[in-house]
């Protein structure tokens, strides 16, 4: 396989895995939108009722019940879930950002 051919076959095999994180990132974004997105507000609102005169309605107790999943009977599985999904978010985002794509080297100008 000459350099020109295997270079062709590298990039298409990139562009291959690059289509299939898009297509789980697609997959996996709406599915923890709220899920995410509800235990970054509780974090939030807990600490702002406990460290802060602020009167939510709410009270801490309840609030971390929810940041937890303790409320919908899941506080074993919630939290680990929710790491697993926002690390696979993390990754299939990284990869498609190109960051962490080789590139080739430039002949050197002599």
Request: hydrophobic share 45%; charged share 15%; proline share 5%.
């Amino acid at each position: 396989m000459s350099q020109a051919s295997h270079t062709l076959f590298t990039l298409f095999q990139g562009i291959k895995m690059i289509r299939k994180f898009r297509k789980y990132h697609r997959f996996l974004a709406p599915i923890l939108a709220l899920p995410l997105t509800l235990t970054v507000l509780t974090g939030m609102a807990v600490t702002m009722v406990r460290e802060w005169p602020i009167n939510l309605g709410l009270g801490p107790n309840f609030l971390l019940k929810i940041h937890t999943g303790e409320i919908f009977g899941l506080e074993g599985i919630y939290p680990i879930l929710n790491g697993l999904g926002l690390v696979g978010l993390l990754i299939t985002g990284l990869s498609m950002t190109g960051l962490f794509n080789k590139k080739p080297r430039r002949a050197a100008k002599e």
